[in-house]
C-alpha cells in the first residue's frame, strides 16, 4: 500500500495568487481516500465513496453558475420582443400592452418606460449607448480675440430603435423617453433592428427583403 494524500478541490472567477490561502473551497477529499500508484508514484487513485465529493463539489458549481443573476418581474403582459444592448448592461422589453421597457442589469431597475406609437405591434428593438462627438462652430470674428478652432466635444448618449409590423422605425432617446426620429422605408413586418457601434447607423431586415 503506498503512501497516502489529501486533497482540497477550489474556486475562483480570477486567478489564485496562492491558491493556499485563498479561493474557496468546494469540497476535500480525506487522505484515506487517495493512494499513490503508477510508475514512480505519479498516479494517484480516488478510492471508495470520495468520488461522491468530486461530483457534490461540481454539481454545487454548476448550480452556482446556472442561478439566476437577474430576475426581472413585469406585470405589462406577454413579451413580444427584447434585446440585450452590445455592452450587455441595458435590457430593452416591447410588451403586449404596447410599451417598450429599458432596464439597466448593473443595478437591476428600469430606467425608462417607452409608449411608442405609430409603430403597430413592437416586432424589433435594439439599445445602444456610447460616446459622440460633435465638433462646436466656429466662433464669430472678433477685433481684440482671433478666431480659433474649438475643440470637438463628446456626449454620451443612449438610444433605443423600436420596429413594428407596419414597418416603421422610430429612434428614441432612452435616457428622456422622447422620440428623436421617424424612419420609413419597409413595405411590411420589420424583424430585426441593430444600431451600429458609434450608434450613426441602424441596420433593419423586413419581410418585404
Known sequence: MGTTFGITFKYSTTPLADPYTTGTTAGTVNNAGLIEGGAGGKAIAITGGQTNVIT?????????????????????????????????????????????RVWDLE??????QINPSGVGAVTALDV?????????????????????????????????VVAGDNGTVTLYDAVAGTPLKTLSGHSGSVL??????????????????
Do not use: C, H, W, Y
Open 128 to 160: 445602444g449607448s456610447g460616446t459622440v462627438a460633435s465638433v462646436p462652430e466656429v466662433p464669430p470674428p472678433n477685433k481684440k480675440k482671433s478666431r480659433a478652432a474649438l475643440p470637438p466635444t463628446a456626449t454620451t448618449q443612449r438610444l433605443v
Open 56 to 100: 457534490n463539489a461540481i454539481n454545487r458549481q454548476i448550480e452556482r453558475a446556472m442561478r439566476p443573476k437577474l430576475q426581472i418581474r413585469n406585470s405589462a403582459g406577454a413579451i413580444s420582443a427584447l434585446e440585450l444592448g452590445a455592452d450587455g448592461r441595458f435590457l430593452v422589453i416591447a410588451t403586449g400592452n404596447g410599451g417598450v
Open 107 to 112: 443595478n437591476g431597475r428600469q430606467t425608462q
Open 192 to 209: 430585426a433592428a441593430r444600431f451600429s457601434r458609434d450608434l450613426r447607423q441602424v441596420a433593419t431586415a423586413g419581410s418585404d427583403g
